[in-house]
């Protein structure tokens, strides 16, 4: 499969080639998916790092950097919310371990500004969670709705009267995906977090812990995102000599994530040739159906035949065991009902079979090439 411009692009950051030489129609090529992917500022920042982005035609160096500054004040007040969270924690003494987001900016890319987020992703205990839910409403964080008891996390809002920053929201894990898709020992990954400078209680991953959760990450949302492929391959480039691939392996094959992480570091790896360079992968497995145009398609919100196929054949080559793999049929075509209702906004009770019919009828228009109506709620099962 021939790669895009701009996943070739990415490669050629990594591959330290001094000339990135593409016809126009190639690089504007590459800024479609950039910017349909919203990884403009990622591009700005790794680029700039590499002293390539001189490499670039002027316009795309403009609008690279005019995305970057979007993200720059975005960033600026999520930064501040998330010290204000991070000072109650600490005070509180609740522990907190930090996911993805800024601390991933600053600590992978070199600036808090250079991917974008819109939330702020932390885990505690489960033993802490009615403590961490009851501070972060304290912090005018509203009510978090759990959407089902298989799933693995709260959702909090502010709200501000901004309209460039309407809210915020903070997702408060206790677990890293849904219970019936893995084993991981969560007390073992807390065993292993260090301290963020400054702080006792509040915690970040160490490098092979953050490499293992940015791949489960990008496996819960099916790898169809470019930020993925790229946060992913920063994360190895930046850290190939703080980790182990069979310290990696051993770790995922305790926690029946193997075939899921084999599964996401072979498709970045084969977009991304020479990061077998940075650090050779001796694992390789494919993951049937997937392509960049499913990426782009899945970035607008089309779901053609190829992604429920693409979804199917998943459930063969990403689930160590077959208890896991039955357990995840169940939940890809009989949903949990208090999940899909939360999906369609709808109340508690009711018919079931109202419910699942509903389901089937969204999933066979899509089958049949029907889009859904504009603002129509898509149901997605995780």
Not at 26 to 37: L, M, N, Q, V
Request: with cysteine.
């Amino acid at each position: 499969m021939k790669a895009s411009e701009a996943v070739r692009l990415l490669d050629q950051i990594y591959s330290g080639e001094r000339t990135l030489g593409r016809s126009d129609a190639g690089w504007k090529k590459a800024w479609e998916d950039i910017r349909g992917s919203f990884t403009g500022s990622q591009f700005y920042h790794l680029l700039q790092s590499r002293d390539l982005l001189e490499q670039t035609p002027e316009w795309l160096q403009a609008e690279l950097k005019a995305e970057s500054e979007r993200i720059l004040y975005q960033n600026m007040l999520i930064r501040a919310e998330q010290k204000k969270l991070f000072r109650a924690f600490e005070q509180e003494e609740i522990p907190l371990l930090v996911l993805k987001g800024i601390r991933m900016s600053e600590r992978f890319f070199g600036h808090f500004a250079a991917r974008p987020t819109t939330d702020i992703d932390v885990l505690v205990r489960p033993s802490d969670l009615e403590r961490a839910s009851a501070l972060l409403k304290q912090l005018s964080f509203g009510d978090g709705e759990t959407l089902d008891d298989d799933h693995f996390h709260l959702q909090f809002n502010k709200f501000y009267n901004n309209p460039m920053f309407p809210f915020l929201a903070v997702e408060l894990h206790w677990s890293i995906m849904r219970s019936h898709h893995h084993e991981t020992d969560l007390e073992a990954l807390w065993s292993r977090t260090i301290p963020l400078t400054g702080y006792r209680y509040v915690r970040e991953l160490n490098d092979e812990d953050t490499l293992y959760h940015t791949a489960l990450h990008g496996f819960n949302h099916h790898m169809l995102s470019l930020k993925y492929i790229v946060d992913i391959a920063q994360v190895i480039d930046q850290t190939w000599d703080g980790f182990s691939y069979e310290s990696l392996w051993n770790k995922a094959r305790l926690d029946g994530n193997l075939a899921k992480l084999t599964a996401v570091l072979s498709l970045v790896y084969r977009l991304c040739p020479t990061l077998q360079w940075v650090k050779p992968l001796d694992r390789r497995i494919r993951w049937p159906f997937w392509s960049e145009q499913l990426m782009r398609e899945a970035g607008v919100g089309i779901k053609s035949r190829r992604y429920y196929l693409f979804r199917l054949c998943s459930i063969f080559v990403t689930f160590d065991h077959t208890a896991a793999m039955l357990s995840h049929f169940k939940y890809l075509f009989l949903p949990p009902a208090d999940y899909a209702r939360s999906q369609f906004k709808e109340e508690q009770g009711g018919s079931l079979l109202s419910l699942y019919s509903r389901i089937y009828r969204q999933r066979l228009g899509h089958l049949l090439g029907r889009r859904a109506r504009a603002g129509a709620k898509e149901l997605d099962t995780p």
